[in-house]
């Protein structure tokens, strides 16, 4: 598919040909681009981002949890350690007064939320990318399109070819193997491709601040709704706090400028309090969609992030689903461009088919937290409490649902006949050689058997660490550089 890109009188145009150096470019240099691009440069892939922003640091942002699965995957990159430094660490939620879930029992190294700005792990994986040898063009935009089709071979030299304008105005041609776009909710790639985005706006004039408080709230994570109104505070750690809410009755478009009374006035509605909220240092106002691709991919080009799903912000797990996406496809498109693939095709078919059922789940599971929160009517509050009344009293309901937000209870369909385990995420277990996740650093698959005993496992792409259990355990795995169980046998 070509892409239209627009024409403006004071545009100058360039015949030279940049950007032939480069195996996948990356549109979007948010948390999804970073780590996608890091991976596949990591693992020997010529990756180059563009960004349509300019490149500068700042301390505003929407994003602020990273969920405990997250976390485990920047462990597989020796980044969550740092991460965690940044900011709080929750393990209890509370939610509309009544709901409690206990994160500390997730068997996960990270029994918890991290409360850390998405700056925070930008600054991390940017710092990665560059390491690794990612190009960074910041200020650029892409206009448009075009792509060869596939051949179904490795060695194909196919291309996707991009028209791109810089700052200043002068258009250049970037070409690659792939593209992926991690561009938004607005992405740039999404439309090129004609891809439809359905959904709704699930909420609208929902206002974010970062605010200094007077009066610490009594836990980490403060949340409630009383239908009118419901409002979220979560501490950085730093004295700064998060506040987000929304007031029913004061429904205007997300230009309208936002005061901190007006923060202050929802905070008092939804919680009884505003716990002394002055010195914001950032207040905007925005709408919530519900909105995900029919398709992660086409052909050479990929979607991942919110240019693929965007949904409430109940839960926090968009940047979470993001990053997720990106360690799914990254050892997939690495695997292709290293021509150590049996089946390219097939291999980066299967990053949509494992990926996009995995949206369309948060996208329930944060609509069904937002449309509790915003419970109105009598027979609504009354369903809220309920579910509230359900999810405490039955153990395993409360684990499916903190498995659900954290990440950690995701698991990928296994093909008809596979062992139990096949699909579901590994724990970071302890072997012979260290912890896996410290193994997965290193890109690769691993294997895992008992001492003494030749691993059974089938191929896989690239080389493959060989481990051995630090325990009398029996039975084996092969482990995914994702750290999803590709293959197992025995117990």
Same mark, same amino acid.
């Given at each position: 598919?070509?892409?239209?890109?627009?024409?403006?009188?004071?545009?100058?145009?360039? !015949?030279?040909?940049?950007?032939?150096?480069?195996?996948?470019?990356?549109?979007?240099?948010?948390?999804?681009?970073?780590?996608?691009?890091?991976?596949?440069?990591?693992?020997?892939?010529?990756?180059?981002?563009?960004?349509?922003?300019?490149?500068?640091?700042?301390?505003?942002?929407?994003?602020?949890?990273?969920?405990?699965?997250?976390?485990?995957? #920047?462990?597989?990159? !020796? =980044?969550?350690? /740092?991460?965690?430094?940044?900011?709080?660490?929750?393990?209890?939620?509370?939610?509309?007064?009544?709901?409690?879930?206990? *994160?500390?029992?997730? +068997?996960?190294?990270?029994?918890?939320?991290?409360?850390?700005?998405?700056?925070?792990?930008?600054? #991390? =994986?940017?710092?990665?990318?560059?390491?690794?040898?990612?190009?960074?063009?910041?200020?650029?935009?892409?206009?448009?399109?075009?792509?060869?089709?596939?051949?179904?071979?490795?060695?194909?030299?196919?291309?996707?070819?991009?028209?791109?304008?810089?700052?200043?105005?002068?258009?250049?041609? #970037?070409?690659?193997?792939?593209?992926? &776009?991690?561009?938004?909710?607005?992405?740039?790639?999404?439309?090129? *491709?004609?891809?439809? $985005?359905?959904?709704?706006?699930?909420?609208?004039?929902?206002?974010?601040?970062?605010?200094?408080?007077? /009066?610490?709230?009594?836990?980490?994570?403060?949340?409630?709704?009383?239908?009118?109104?419901?409002?979220?505070?979560?501490? $950085?750690?730093?004295?700064?706090?998060?506040?987000?809410?929304?007031?029913?009755?004061?429904?205007?478009?997300?230009?309208?400028?936002? /005061? #901190?009374?007006?923060?202050?006035?929802?905070?008092?509605?939804?919680?009884?309090?505003? +716990?002394?909220?002055?010195?914001?240092?950032?207040?905007?106002?925005?709408?919530?969609?519900?909105?995900?691709?029919? @398709?992660?991919?086409?052909?050479?080009? $990929?979607?991942?992030?919110?240019?693929?799903?965007?949904?409430?912000?109940?839960?926090?797990?968009?940047?979470?689903?993001?990053?997720?996406?990106?360690?799914?496809?990254?050892?997939?498109?690495?695997?292709?461009?290293?021509?150590?693939?049996?089946?390219?095709?097939?291999? =980066?078919? @299967?990053?949509?088919?494992?990926?996009?059922?995995?949206?369309?789940?948060?996208?329930?599971?944060?609509?069904?937290?937002?449309? *509790?929160?915003?419970?109105?009517?009598?027979?609504?509050?009354?369903?809220?409490?309920? %579910?509230?009344? $359900? =999810?405490?009293?039955?153990?395993?309901?409360?684990?499916?649902?903190? !498995?659900?937000?954290?990440?950690?209870?995701?698991?990928?369909?296994?093909?008809? &006949?596979?062992?139990?385990?096949?699909?579901?995420?590994?724990?970071?277990?302890?072997?012979?050689?260290?912890?896996?996740?410290?193994?997965?650093?290193?890109?690769?698959?691993? @294997?895992?058997?008992?001492?003494?005993?030749?691993?059974?496992?089938? %191929?896989?792409?690239?080389?493959?660490?060989?481990?051995?259990? %630090?325990?009398?355990?029996?039975?084996?795995? *092969?482990?995914?550089?994702? &750290?999803?169980?590709?293959?197992?046998?025995?117990?």
């Amino acid at each position: 598919m070509t892409g239209k890109p627009g024409t403006e009188a004071t545009t100058r145009t360039t !015949g030279t040909t940049r950007g032939d150096g480069t195996d996948v470019l990356v549109v979007g240099a948010g948390p999804t681009g970073m780590l996608l691009a890091g991976d596949l440069a990591a693992a020997g892939v010529r990756v180059t981002i563009i960004e349509r922003r300019p490149h500068e640091t700042s301390n505003m942002t929407r994003a602020f949890g990273v969920h405990a699965r997250t976390l485990e995957l #920047l462990d597989a990159r !020796g =980044l969550a350690d /740092e991460l965690v430094k940044t900011g709080t660490s929750i393990t209890g939620l509370r939610l509309f007064s009544r709901l409690s879930l206990d *994160l500390s029992r997730l +068997h996960s190294r990270f029994p918890f939320l991290l409360i850390t700005p998405q700056y925070e792990v930008e600054r #991390l =994986l940017e710092r990665r990318a560059l390491a690794a040898g990612v190009t960074f063009r910041y200020g650029t935009e892409l206009l448009g399109l075009s792509q060869s089709p596939n051949s179904g071979d490795s060695r194909d030299s196919g291309e996707v070819t991009a028209e791109v304008r810089d700052a200043d105005g002068t258009r250049s041609t #970037l070409r690659a193997r792939y593209l992926v &776009g991690t561009d938004g909710v607005r992405s740039a790639v999404r439309k090129a *491709l004609d891809l439809p $985005f359905p959904g709704v706006s699930v909420i609208r004039s929902i206002v974010l601040a970062d605010v200094r408080l007077t /009066e610490e709230p009594e836990g980490l994570l403060t949340v409630n709704g009383t239908g009118d109104a419901f409002a979220f505070i979560a501490p $950085f750690g730093d004295g700064w706090y998060r506040v987000m809410g929304w007031n029913r009755k004061r429904q205007v478009p997300d230009s309208e400028p936002v /005061e #901190l009374d007006e923060v202050r006035e929802i905070a008092r509605q939804a919680l009884g309090t505003d +716990h002394g909220m002055h010195d914001a240092r950032w207040i905007s106002r925005f709408h919530s969609d519900e909105r995900q691709a029919p @398709s992660y991919r086409s052909g050479r080009v $990929f979607l991942a992030g919110d240019a693929a799903h965007v949904h409430s912000p109940a839960g926090g797990q968009g940047m979470n689903t993001g990053l997720q996406d990106a360690a799914n496809l990254s050892w997939k498109l690495a695997s292709v461009v290293r021509g150590q693939a049996p089946d390219p095709e097939a291999l =980066l078919d @299967s990053y949509e088919s494992e990926r996009h059922p995995v949206g369309a789940r948060v996208l329930r599971s944060s609509g069904t937290i937002v449309r *509790l929160a915003m419970a109105h009517t009598p027979l609504q509050r009354a369903t809220r409490s309920l %579910a509230s009344r $359900f =999810l405490n009293a039955l153990r395993p309901a409360s684990a499916r649902a903190m !498995g659900m937000i954290s990440g950690i209870g995701i698991s990928y369909a296994a093909p008809r &006949g596979a062992h139990r385990l096949t699909g579901r995420r590994a724990p970071d277990l302890e072997l012979t050689q260290g912890r896996l996740y410290e193994l997965l650093r290193e890109g690769r698959f691993v @294997s895992v058997a008992p001492e003494g005993e030749t691993p059974a496992a089938p %191929a896989a792409p690239g080389s493959v660490i060989r481990a051995t259990w %630090a325990s009398d355990r029996r039975g084996e795995l *092969l482990i995914r550089p994702d &750290g999803y169980i590709a293959w197992a046998q025995g117990r």
